[in-house]
């Protein structure tokens, strides 16, 4: 069970891999998009563990709502409304619970990918973060009940993220190229692998 210091080990562990790989996420958008995924992201990120080390947030959604709220409000691109929505719906499904279990978090992080799938759009195959974190959560799910579910969650994230390398972007700035998408891998579908992978970081896994 992840109790509300797990899920803040898991975004201070998100804050620092979007810190160590801002160069390379927005290498990956400098490629099929405007170069800024990086920057976007850390700037969120480091707003996130700034307002989380001020102890505000006594229990995991609570944790993730205000989150949510920090990327919402100061990452400009579309990655800081969608990840912030994932977040903020996300804790909100989680409630009051003080300790939460992998089949409760693939639950409440299956309506946080509704919710930015109904923001944005998206469907898994266009080529977006929704690539990489569908199928983490039906990872999750499959998981649940026995060990190494969130190490299984983050695997599934990793290869989504790798598949969508072919694919042609059908929603956001990639789209803009057309067939030119193909060949990259998504930026954001690479940054929703390292969240999930700082999930199971924090998980000890
Ligand atoms: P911007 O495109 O505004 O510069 P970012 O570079 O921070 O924003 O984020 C780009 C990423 O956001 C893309 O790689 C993609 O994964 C994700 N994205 C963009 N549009 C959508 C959408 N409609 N639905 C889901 N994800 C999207
Ligand atoms: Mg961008
Ligand atoms: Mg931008």
């Given at each position: 069970m992840l109790d509300t210091d797990a899920f803040r080990r898991w975004m201070a562990a998100a804050a620092a891999a979007v810190e160590r790989e801002a160069g390379h996420l927005t290498e990956l958008d400098a490629a099929i998009g405007d170069a800024d995924h990086g920057a976007n992201l850390r700037r969120g990120f480091t707003a996130v563990a700034a307002e989380l080390e001020k102890g505000a947030a006594d229990s995991p959604g609570a944790v993730l709502t205000l989150a949510g709220r920090q990327l919402i409000s100061t990452v400009g691109g579309a990655s800081g409304p969608l990840y912030g929505t994932l977040l903020r719906r996300t804790g909100k499904a989680l409630g009051d619970a003080g300790e939460v279990g992998p089949g409760q978090l693939a639950e409440a992080l299956g309506a946080g990918v509704a919710a930015v799938g109904q923001l944005g759009g998206a469907k898994v195959g266009d080529k977006t973060m929704l690539d990489a974190l569908e199928p983490a959560v039906a990872a999750l799910a499959r998981a649940a009940?026995?060990?190494?579910a969130y190490a299984a969650a983050a695997e599934a994230a990793a290869r989504g993220a790798a598949e969508t390398v072919p694919m042609r972007a059908?929603?956001?700035?990639?789209?803009?190229l057309g067939e030119r998408s193909e060949g990259h891998q998504d930026p954001g579908a690479t940054s929703a692998a390292l969240l999930l992978a700082a999930l199971a970081e924090a998980a000890g896994e």
């Open positions: 009940d026995g060990p190494g059908r929603k956001g700035r990639a789209s803009y």
